[in-house]
C-alpha cells in the first residue's frame, strides 16, 4: 500500500504539492488525475524518493521507499518511457537492471515476453517507436515481480491494440492483490480501468473516492424521457420549470428529476416508454470539479 500523509514539496515560494493525505490500496487500480500543473509528477517523484518533501512524508509497505534496498523487488514504476540510453539493447538494459537488484535474470525473458519485445530484445532502443518504449517501461516496472506499482501516462504511444493489452494487464495485477497506481489524463481510459480515484488540483487533494462516486459529484445531470406525448409532455416540464430538448418522441429534461417526471406523467396520464437518468461522465464531472484548478483556461484573461 501507498501512504502519503500531509505530504508537501515547495520550490521556493512556490508549493507544487499543498498537504496531500491519500492512500492507496492494493487490489484494484487506482487512477490519479489532476489538471497540467496539479502537482502529479511531483508526487509520484516523492513517493519514489526521487525528491525530498518540504513536509510530511510517503511510505511504500509502511517504509520510504528510498531505504529499501534492491527497490524493484517492492516498487515497479515507470515515469518517462524516453529516459533510457538509446544505444543499448533491451535486452541488456533490463539484465543491468535485474544485476542491480539481483532479480534472476531468466525475469529477463520472461517480461520481454510477456510485454510483447521478445522479437526486438536485441535491437538498440534509440530505435524504438514511443510505444515500444513504453513497453520496455512497463518491462522494467515488471521485472523485479513488485506488489506495488506505478505507471505515469503508460498509455503515450500505444496503438489501440496496445492500450486494450495495458488496461488488461492492470486489471489483472489488481485481482493478484497489487496496488496499481496509474497518472493518466486520458479520461476514457480511466473510466474503462479504475475503480478508485485519487484526483489533485494545484497540489491539493481535491478527491479520493470510487470513480462512481466521483462521477456522481458532477452536477450536469438530465434524464431521457421517451414517450408517444412528447409534445405535450415537454410542455406539462416546461411549465415546472425544467429545460426540455425534444427530438420526436424523445425527450433530454434537466432540472427535474426522473421520479418527479414520472409522477406528473403519471398524473396527466401520459404514456412513457423511456425514463432514464444520467449522470456526468468521468470527464465531465473531471471538467467540472476542477474548473478553479485549471492552470490556464483559454478565454480567461491573463
Known amino acids: 500500500m501507498i501512504e502519503v500523509n500531509d505530504l508537501t514539496k515547495r520550490y521556493g515560494a512556490t508549493a507544487a504539492v499543498k498537504g496531500l493525505t491519500f492512500a492507496v490500496r492494493p487490489g484494484c487500480v487506482t487512477g490519479f488525475l489532476g489538471p497540467n500543473g496539479a502537482g502529479k509528477s511531483t508526487t509520484l517523484r516523492l513517493i519514489l524518493g526521487l525528491n525530498d518533501p518540504t513536509g510530511g512524508s510517503a511510505t511504500v509497505g509502511g517504509r520510504p521507499f528510498r531505504d529499501r534496498p534492491r527497490g524493484l523487488r517492492h516498487v515497479g514504476a515507470l515515469l518517462d518511457a524516453g529516459d533510457v540510453h538509446g544505444g543499448r539493447r533491451a535486452r541488456a538494459h533490463l539484465s543491468a537492471l535485474a544485476r542491480a537488484n539481483r532479480i ?22 534509440g530505435g524504438f517507436s514511443l510505444g515500444m518504449k513504453q513497453r520496455l517501461g512497463i ?15 503508460p ?40 475503480d478508485q480515484l485519487i484526483v489533485i488540483g494545484r ?27 412528447s409534445a405535450a ?11 426540455v430538448d425534444r427530438d420526436g418522441d424523445a425527450l433530454t429534461v434537466t432540472g427535474l428529476a426522473a421520479e418527479r417526471i414520472g409522477e406528473l406523467a403519471l398524473r ?19 471538467m467540472e ?7 490556464y483556461v483559454p478565454g480567461e484573461a491573463r
Not at 110 to 115: C, F, I, K, P
Not at 144 to 149: I, M, Q, R
Not at 176 to 190: A, D, N, W, Y
Open 104 to 125: 534472476p535474470p531468466a525475469r529477463v525473458e520472461r517480461v520481454l515476453d510477456e510485454v510483447g519485445l521478445a522479437a526486438a530484445a536485441d535491437r538498440r532502443i
Open 203 to 229: 497540489g491539493e487533494l481535491i478527491a479520493a473516492e470510487s470513480l462512481s462516486d466521483f462521477a456522481a459529484r458532477g452536477t450536469r445531470r438530465s434524464v431521457t424521457v421517451r414517450t408517444p406525448g
Open 139 to 153: 518491462a522494467a516496472a515488471l521485472l523485479g515481480d513488485p506488489p506495488v506499482l506505478m505507471f505515469d501516462e
Open 155 to 194: 498509455l503515450n504511444g500505444l496503438d489501440p491494440e496496445g492500450v486494450k493489452w495495458v488496461r488488461g494487464l492492470f486489471r489483472r495485477l489488481a485481482a493478484e492483490g497489487r496496488t496499481v497506481f496509474v497518472s493518466s489524463h486520458l479520461m476514457s481510459e480511466m473510466e474503462n480501468t479504475a
Open 289 to 295: 470539479l476542477t474548473a478553479d484548478s485549471a492552470e
Open 268 to 286: 396527466d396520464r401520459v404514456v412513457l416508454h423511456e425514463l432514464t437518468t444520467h449522470t456526468a461522465s468521468l470527464e465531465e464531472a473531471f
Open 233 to 243: 409532455l415537454a410542455d406539462l416540464l416546461t411549465g415546472e420549470g425544467a429545460a
